[in-house]
């Protein structure tokens, strides 16, 4: 078992910068992806990034790359999500999520544990 703790949402100006982080306790000694998702009202839920715990590489989805970024501290079992540049269509709610194994898998169905989400509103 993986419990997930999403913080850092909050409103941003257009333009601006937000880190988001998924603190992670449980069985963390495991082989896990650890992604973000993000969820806006009315539409369905979008991988964003997927970073391996071990080994820390990483895996954007295309219309993400550039503006976010997908980090670990192994030290502190967290996993960040630098987001720059922000759109208000960016504005959604972040889920950090977790599956076993190495395989980057956008499927947010294929992710057994998730965090509560925080929510990122970015203003025009």
């Known amino acids: 078992q993986v419990q997930l703790v999403e913080s850092g949402g909050g409103l941003v100006q257009a333009g601006g910068s937000l880190r988001v982080s998924c603190a992670a306790s449980?069985?963390?000694?495991?082989?896990?992806?650890m992604g973000w998702f993000r969820q806006a009202p009315g539409k369905e839920r979008e991988f964003v990034a997927a970073?391996?715990?071990?080994?820390?590489?990483?895996y954007y989805a295309d219309s993400m790359k550039g503006r976010f970024t997908i980090s670990r501290d192994k030290a502190k079992n967290t996993v960040y999500l630098q987001m720059s540049s922000l759109k208000p269509e960016d504005t959604a709610a972040y889920y950090c999520?977790?599956?076993?194994?190495?395989?980057?898998?956008?499927?947010?169905?294929?992710?057994?544990?998730w965090g509560q989400g925080t929510q990122v509103t970015v203003s025009s």
């Open positions: 999520a977790a599956r076993l194994g190495t395989a980057f898998v956008m499927d947010n169905q294929r992710y057994e544990y």
């Open positions: 970073i391996r715990w071990i080994g820390g590489s990483t």
């Open positions: 449980g069985r963390t000694s495991y082989s896990y992806v």
